[in-house]
Every structure is written in structure tokens, then in C-alpha cells.
């Protein structure tokens, strides 16, 4: 079946450092590519989505593309700030409306 | 617009009761999704709902049901209340078709 695999955490940074997280997916054929974040005490809240493969997804200053080849879609932002501490989900869409997650990657930044 | 509506917040019951979740999706939307999410396993997909008819369902036992309504409002219910039923469920909600689900704030179910 479809499986999402994503880096174990935490991660933690400082203010201003360079967020990579790492995201591989197993699935039958290209389905579409989610990040979804979840602040404390909080429900998720989609970050950015990418329906085919080399899409770009951006928001907020986060990036991520969809790889085919590596069936990849890692996270990615150039500077990180105190207000992005949450914890990130990686998912896949598969059937109509069923999301595969990720176990979650919790982000820590110190200012 | 308003977003997903879940309730109630928080819940306690004990074990062997029952209890009954409720989620309001986004104006226009015909499908409903629930999760489970609980530290050790994770985000887990329950079931989905579109137009008031169950499209898939996750590998849950048949304590955990579900239903929508014709205003795509849904309930879930679980019975028989175990400990390991203790987690926040998710409710999000989308067209339908493909297209990216929206979450609720999720109700925190604690077994006591």
C-alpha cells in the first residue's frame, strides 16, 4: 500500500538557519503531494500542496518539489524563524480523499 | 468563509461507554474524512464520507462508525470505549475530488 516516510525529529535550529526535511513516498502511481503543519494544540493546516511531478509547492517562504524520480518531496525554507516551531507532516492523496501521513517531524527554533 | 467546526473540544469517558463526535465542513463541500491521531501511531485515516455515502474506510474495527448528513455534516461514533481509544480526531474536509482537505481543530478524546 501507500507509505510515506519522513525524517525522525526533532530538528532543531536557530533563527535564520537552513530547514531541509526530508520526505519519500511509496505509491502506485503520481498521486498528489501534501505538507501539512500542526502548531500545539492545534489541527493541521495545509502548508503547501504539489500535483505532479517537478510542481513546485511555496507558501510562506517554505518549498518543497515533487520528484519522480527519487519520489521525493522535501521541505525546504532559506530562514527559519521562532514562529515556525510546530511539528510537520508529509502526506500523499490516494482513493478520493484519503491522506497517507508521515509520522510527523517536530521543528525546534532557538532565537 | 468559516472553516471546519469540530465538537465538542475535549472529551472524558470512561471505559465502555459511548461517544458521538461531531464535524461541520466548509460551506460547499461534499466530502468528510476522520482521523486518528495519537503519539504512538501517528495520523490514522478512519473513513470518508461524500454525498452521505461511505467511500472508503481504514482498518479500524467495527467499534468506530461514522455517518453524514444531507447538509454534509457528519458524526462519528465509537462504542465500547477502550483506553487505547484515547486521541485526537481529526475531521477535514474538501470538494471531494481530489482536491486538498481542510482540518478541524480536532477533539481531544481521553479513556479514563
Known amino acids: 500500500g501507500d507509505s510515506v516516510t519522513q525524517m525522525e525529529g526533532p530538528v532543531t535550529l536557530s533563527e535564520e538557519a537552513f530547514l531541509t526535511i526530508n520526505c519519500t513516498y511509496t505509491?502506485?502511481?503520481?498521486?498528489?503531494l501534501f505538507w501539512y503543519v500542526q502548531y500545539p494544540g492545534e489541527g493541521l493546516q495545509l502548508l503547501l500542496k504539489?500535483?505532479?511531478?517537478?510542481d513546485k509547492g511555496s507558501n510562506k517562504g517554505f518549498e518543497a518539489t515533487y520528484r519522480k524520480e527519487t519520489t521525493s518531496f522535501h521541505l525546504e525554507k532559506g530562514s527559519v524563524q521562532v514562529s515556525d516551531s510546530a511539528v510537520y507532516f508529509c502526506?500523499?492523496?490516494?482513493?478520493?480523499?484519503?491522506?497517507?501521513f508521515g509520522k510527523g517531524t517536530m521543528l525546534l527554533v532557538s532565537p | 468563509k468559516a472553516g471546519v467546526t469540530q465538537t465538542p473540544r475535549y472529551l472524558i469517558k470512561t471505559r465502555g461507554q459511548q461517544v458521538t463526535l461531531s464535524c461541520s465542513p466548509i460551506?460547499?463541500?461534499?466530502?468528510v474524512s476522520w482521523y486518528q491521531q495519537t503519539p504512538g501511531q501517528g495520523l490514522q485515516f478512519l473513513f470518508e464520507?461524500?454525498?452521505?455515502?461511505?467511500?472508503n474506510k481504514g482498518n479500524f474495527p467495527g467499534r468506530f462508525s461514522g455517518r453524514q448528513f444531507s447538509n454534509s455534516r457528519s458524526e462519528m461514533n465509537v462504542s465500547t470505549l477502550e483506553l487505547g481509544d484515547s486521541a485526537l480526531y481529526l475531521c477535514?474536509?474538501?470538494?471531494?475530488?481530489?482536491?486538498?482537505?481542510?482540518f478541524g481543530s480536532g477533539t481531544q478524546l481521553s479513556v479514563l
Open positions: 505509491a502506485t502511481g503520481y498521486p498528489s
Open positions: 460551506s460547499g463541500h461534499r466530502s
Open positions: 464520507y461524500f454525498s452521505e455515502t461511505q467511500r
Open positions: 502526506a500523499l492523496l490516494s482513493g478520493y480523499s484519503t491522506l497517507t
Open positions: 504539489a500535483t505532479k511531478a517537478d
Open positions: 477535514a474536509s474538501s470538494s471531494g475530488l481530489n482536491e486538498k482537505l481542510f
